[in-house]
């Protein structure tokens, strides 16, 4: 069945630090692939996606490449900030219902 | 706000008694799912209703696990006997129609959730 494995956090970082959040997928044919962020006490909100292989989703800094050879969707930031400070889900959706399966998150600290 | 509204914030109960989740999508958003999460378990899905269509109960773990959507717009999350293992945030979200490219965007909308505690 489709899945996604992230990297087992937290993962706690200096300001300016460079981060990288590995995420891996498992699905039949092609899924669009999402990164989420939750920022303490509020809601899920989408972070970047990509709908297709070699597409680089971007926003605030952060960027991940959908590798299809790889089945990978990695979240990078060259230089986090405390405010990057979240619980951080990959997601995938085979189907145009937005049914997302999403990864158990990643916490990230970032400290000062 | 104008943003996905779920109550009650916080839940506690004692097993075996039931329990209602609401949640108030956005205006206009006619797709609503709702997923679990719980410690070290990532988000589940339960549920998705899109419009008038029969909803997908297929991420639903038991029978005693139910969910409707009135006027296509409030929906509630309706655990009977609650157990322990039902000790989660519900989370709900909101989108527009896949026909109108919303759902398809992966774009959707999340409420604050609901922390339900069983004792």
């Known amino acids: 069945g489709n899945s996604v494995t992230q990297m087992e956090g937290p993962v706690t970082l200096s300001e300016e630090a460079f981060l990288t959040i590995n995420c891996t997928y498992t699905?039949?044919?092609?899924?669009?692939l999402f990164w989420y962020v939750q920022y303490p006490g509020e809601g899920l909100q989408l972070l970047l996606k990509?709908?297709?292989?070699?597409d680089k989703g971007s926003n605030k800094g952060f960027e991940a490449t959908y590798r299809k050879e790889t089945t990978s969707f990695h979240l990078e930031k060259g230089s986090v900030q405390v405010s990057d400070s979240a619980v951080y889900f990959c997601?995938?959706?085979?189907?145009?219902?937005?049914?997302?399966?999403f990864g158990q998150g990643t916490t990230l600290q970032v400290k000062p | 706000g104008a943003g996905v509204s779920q109550s009650p914030s916080n839940k506690v109960t004692e097993k075996g008694k039931d329990v209602e989740l609401r949640c108030d999508p956005i205006?206009?958003?006619?797709?609503l799912y709702w997923y679990r999460q719980s410690l070290g378990q990532g988000l589940e899905f339960l549920i998705y209703?899109?419009?008038?269509?029969?909803?997908?109960k297929s991420g639903l773990p038991s029978d005693r696990f139910s969910a409707e959507r009135t006027g296509g717009s409030v929906s509630t999350l309706t655990i009977q006997r609650t157990q322990q293992e039902d000790s989660a945030v519900y989370l709900c979200?909101?989108?527009?129609?896949?026909?109108?490219?919303?759902?398809?965007?992966?774009?959707?909308?999340f409420g604050e959730g609901s922390r339900l505690t069983v004792l």
């Open positions: 979200a909101s989108s527009l129609a896949p026909t109108l490219g919303g759902s398809i965007t992966g774009e959707l909308f």
């Open positions: 699905a039949t044919g092609y899924p669009s």
């Open positions: 990509a709908t297709k292989a070699d």
């Open positions: 997601a995938l959706s085979r189907s145009n219902t937005g049914k997302l399966i």
């Open positions: 205006s206009g958003h006619t797709a």
């Open positions: 209703f899109q419009g008038n269509s029969a909803p997908d």
